[in-house]
């Protein structure tokens, strides 16, 4: 069965946005795991425009499924995740000026640095993963620095205006996971995905889990977040069988 883990930054967005203590995306991730969620997903961004160190401490001692962090490669993040000791790290490209994360990390030019940081994570038996674009030179570079995942980024791929496009998207998704897969990587995708462009990648075996974070948390405001992850499950399940 196909795995989904819920980002709940757009959470923490919503209270920052007055610097105050709600929505707390801590029952965000309560509410996500009732709901049967595989994974909870947090970026901890150098600005900290989102999660806070606090929200990280805090679902460290409460998620009961996954606890997945998005970070960039830097000491202090390292540092960081040395000390929460998350179920998985997922290694993202970060720029300040960005709304969200642009694109997949740049692994091929960067094996030295990256393949460094996965050893000091491995030492204490954190699993690391590599958000890339579906670009088989990135995902054998994934496998050169020794990642045990890919993440594959879906960004292009959601946010295509053509059937040609998605279609031509959709290959480069397809392509990307049989490679990652040959290698013996593991591989999730995601972001940019909602409960429609979903649909047609569920056809595609290999997948592990969706990461999906955004369309969520918006149809969460509209019919509460419990029932936002159910309809997204429900949607995964039925694309299995």
Known sequence: MVRLSVNVD????????RRGIEPDP???AVLAELAGCDGIIVHL????????FRDLELLRKIVKTRLNLEM???DEMLRIALKIVPDLTTFVP????ELTTEGGLEVNSN?????????RLHKINIPVSLFV???LHQIEAAKAVGADFVEIHSGIYSETKTQKLGDREFRRIASALAKAVDLGLRVNV???LNYQNIKPLLRLKGIEEFSIGHSIIARAVLVGMEQAVREMIAIIRSGMD
């Open 10 to 17: 757009h959470v923490a967005t919503v209270r920052q946005a």
């Open 26 to 28: 801590i029952y965000a």
């Open 45 to 52: 961004r150098e600005d900290r425009r989102h999660i806070q």
């Open 72 to 74: 960039a490669v830097t």
């Open 94 to 97: 970060e720029k300040r000026e």
């Open 111 to 119: 094996q030295r640095r990256i393949a460094k940081a996965i050893e």
């Open 133 to 135: 674009n579906p670009d």
């Open 190 to 192: 995601g972001h940019g």
